[in-house]
């Protein structure tokens, strides 16, 4: 089942207007610049805004159809969605925060505690904080108890924007895990991590100025982003590895320098421009650097991105000039190095 969108939200001298945009099951990153219709998207699905033109389908039902009369409203549709500011219910303990959902769809008390308690246990807040207001509470918990209280109800679609941007690492890693094995047939996130991108989404929505410009798996995306801002953003190389101090030893056995201290699993991200290609092993000290084959070319005009296997398989950006003064083609062999400070370390 899919979600359907075909349709136009207006704001005063703006508009998003997607036009056939299927959401398949299974985690869709929407991504896009400020401003580009990401979160209009999500609370258009949501049943916040509602649509002026078109139609929108979820699951096989209308939820949406100005033409035909038809809105089902947001307590009526099988749809969770965590804010990014949260929107927890000042005047409720966060147990209840937890359990609202359940008891709209009428779980009597205890049992909506239990499950609401369940649940707070799973995306790690302790218990004693359940009997907590949420202004007693860091950003961090108020957004994990945000997550809770979506999933609570078991929805057929969630909607999480930038639902990792207030949680230290330990809850990231959690709620990453979580957000993988959640239970909605259809899970929308609205983020601009690439980490979440390469970590958890299957599909990839590009927005632009309220226009869907590109849709696809990752890698189609990558190689036709539809936008600077998207070419830039999946651009962004995410490598998984084991920190100790100020270097991380990656999955493919090649150990990174950083620049920054971190232990435990990590993930090292880097734009395609910080990697440097050359013919020959790089001269001087430059302490990552490694071996590896060119998969791919992709000439855009005046750049060329690259696509790289070997120990990392990243993707390098440089100047047409460049690609073809190494001469750079399918199956060649090179040399790729990265400078430490150019490299971020993510957890």
């Given at each position: 089942?899919?979600?359907?969108?075909?349709?136009?939200?207006?704001?005063?001298?703006?508009?998003?207007?997607?036009?056939?945009?299927?959401?398949?099951?299974?985690?869709?990153?929407?991504?896009?610049?400020?401003?580009?219709?990401?979160?209009?998207?999500?609370?258009?699905?949501?049943?916040?805004?509602?649509?002026?033109?078109?139609?929108?389908?979820?699951?096989?039902?209308?939820?949406?159809?100005?033409?035909?009369?038809?809105?089902?409203?947001?307590?009526?549709?099988?749809?969770?969605?965590?804010?990014?500011?949260?929107?927890?219910?000042?005047?409720?303990?966060?147990?209840?925060?937890?359990?609202?959902?359940?008891?709209?769809?009428?779980?009597?008390?205890?049992?909506?505690?239990?499950?609401?308690?369940?649940?707070?246990?799973?995306?790690?807040?302790?218990?004693?904080?359940w009997s907590r207001r949420p202004a007693a509470l860091s950003g961090g918990q108020r957004q994990r108890v945000a997550v809770a209280r979506a999933l609570a109800p078991q929805p057929d679609v969630l909607i999480v924007d930038e639902p990792l941007a207030s949680v230290d690492s330990a809850g990231r890693t959690r709620l990453r895990s979580l957000l993988a094995e959640s239970p909605a047939r259809h899970v929308i996130l609205i983020t601009h991590d690439p980490v979440d991108v390469?970590?958890?989404?299957?599909?990839?929505?590009?927005?632009?100025?309220?226009?869907?410009?590109?849709?696809?798996?990752?890698?189609?995306?990558?190689?036709?982003?539809?936008?600077?801002?998207?070419?830039?953003?999946?651009?962004?190389?995410?490598?998984?590895?084991?920190?100790?101090?100020?270097?991380?030893?990656?999955?493919?056995?090649?150990?990174?320098?950083?620049?920054?201290?971190?232990?435990?699993?990590?993930?090292?991200?880097?734009?395609?421009?910080?990697?440097?290609?050359?013919?020959?092993?790089?001269?001087?000290?430059?302490?990552?650097?490694?071996?590896?084959?060119?998969?791919?070319?992709?000439?855009?005009?005046?750049?060329?991105?690259?696509?790289?296997?070997?120990?990392?398989?990243?993707?390098?950006?440089?100047?047409?000039?460049?690609?073809?003064?190494?001469?750079?083609?399918?199956?060649?062999?090179?040399?790729?190095?990265?400078?430490?400070?150019?490299?971020?370390?993510?957890?």
């Amino acid at each position: 089942m899919t979600v359907s969108f075909d349709g136009r939200v207006a704001r005063e001298g703006w508009a998003l207007q997607a036009d056939g945009l299927d959401i398949d099951e299974g985690v869709t990153a929407v991504i896009g610049a400020n401003g580009a219709g990401k979160t209009t998207l999500g609370r258009a699905v949501a049943g916040l805004d509602r649509l002026q033109a078109g139609r929108l389908v979820i699951a096989g039902s209308v939820a949406d159809d100005p033409a035909a009369g038809v809105f089902v409203p947001a307590h009526r549709r099988r749809v969770g969605m965590v804010f990014q500011d949260h929107r927890l219910f000042g005047h409720l303990r966060v147990i209840d925060n937890a359990a609202f959902g359940l008891r709209r769809a009428g779980a009597n008390r205890t049992d909506a505690r239990r499950q609401a308690a369940a649940l707070l246990e799973r995306v790690g807040v302790d218990s004693s904080a359940w009997s907590r207001r949420p202004a007693a509470l860091s950003g961090g918990q108020r957004q994990r108890v945000a997550v809770a209280r979506a999933l609570a109800p078991q929805p057929d679609v969630l909607i999480v924007d930038e639902p990792l941007a207030s949680v230290d690492s330990a809850g990231r890693t959690r709620l990453r895990s979580l957000l993988a094995e959640s239970p909605a047939r259809h899970v929308i996130l609205i983020t601009h991590d690439p980490v979440d991108v390469a970590t958890l989404a299957h599909t990839v929505v590009v927005l632009d100025d309220g226009t869907v410009v590109s849709r696809g798996s990752t890698a189609a995306v990558a190689a036709a982003p539809g936008c600077e801002w998207a070419g830039r953003f999946l651009g962004a190389n995410v490598v998984a590895g084991q920190a100790r101090g100020t270097e991380v030893a990656t999955e493919g056995g090649l150990v990174l320098t950083v620049a920054e201290e971190a232990a435990g699993p990590v993930y090292v991200t880097f734009g395609a421009q910080a990697v440097t290609l050359h013919r020959d092993r790089p001269a001087g000290s430059a302490r990552n650097a490694w071996q590896a084959e060119v998969q791919r070319v992709d000439i855009d005009g005046e750049r060329a991105r690259i696509h790289l296997t070997g120990p990392l398989e990243v993707r390098a950006d440089v100047t047409r000039r460049s690609a073809d003064e190494l001469r750079l083609h399918p199956g060649l062999g090179v040399w790729a190095s990265l400078k430490a400070t150019e490299l971020s370390v993510v957890t």
